[in-house]
């Protein structure tokens, strides 16, 4: 099965921040590449981004941060950045202000099932 892929618009903005034309393409091939099995390529993410997955790109130094939406057969890139820990220009940290400030949803998180007590 073929996925679609859209960048969305933080995915966008997130990728114009970028200016080396070699670290843009090697992205822009992840990216493309997301159209095939994107279930088994990057990591499932926890906490906050539950939801998401990361792909590592460019020695682990870069993120493609996405979604996967089996029910449409798409893939939403929501952001693309360096990784840097404790750095305010952190690819997660970036995605966190995303969040605060409504620009990604968070998918719920599934309830999860309630323990049944014996009587």
């Given at each position: 099965?073929?996925?679609?892929?859209?960048?969305?618009?933080?995915?966008?903005?997130?990728?114009?921040?970028k200016?080396?034309?070699?670290?843009?393409?090697?992205?822009d091939?992840?990216?493309?590449?997301?159209?095939?099995?994107?279930?088994?390529?990057?990591?499932?993410?926890?906490?906050?981004?539950e939801?998401?997955?990361?792909?590592?790109?460019?020695?682990?130094?870069?993120?493609?941060?996405?979604?996967v939406?089996?029910?449409?057969?798409?893939?939403?890139?929501?952001?693309a950045?360096?990784r840097?820990?404790?750095?305010?220009q952190?690819?997660?940290?970036?995605m966190?202000?995303y969040?605060?400030?409504?620009?990604?949803?968070?998918?719920?998180?599934?309830?999860?099932?309630?323990?049944k007590?014996?009587?």
């Amino acid at each position: 099965m073929i996925y679609t892929v859209v960048v969305t618009r933080t995915g966008a903005d997130t990728l114009k921040q970028k200016t080396e034309k070699r670290i843009l393409r090697l992205l822009d091939e992840k990216i493309r590449g997301l159209a095939h099995v994107p279930e088994q390529q990057g990591e499932p993410l926890r906490d906050e981004f539950e939801g998401y997955r990361a792909l590592h790109v460019i020695g682990n130094r870069y993120r493609i941060i996405y979604r996967v939406e089996r029910d449409i057969v798409s893939v939403f890139v929501v952001g693309a950045g360096i990784r840097k820990a404790e750095d305010k220009q952190d690819v997660y940290a970036v995605m966190r202000r995303y969040v605060r400030l409504g620009l990604i949803e968070v998918p719920e998180a599934a309830p999860k099932p309630q323990k049944k007590t014996r009587k």
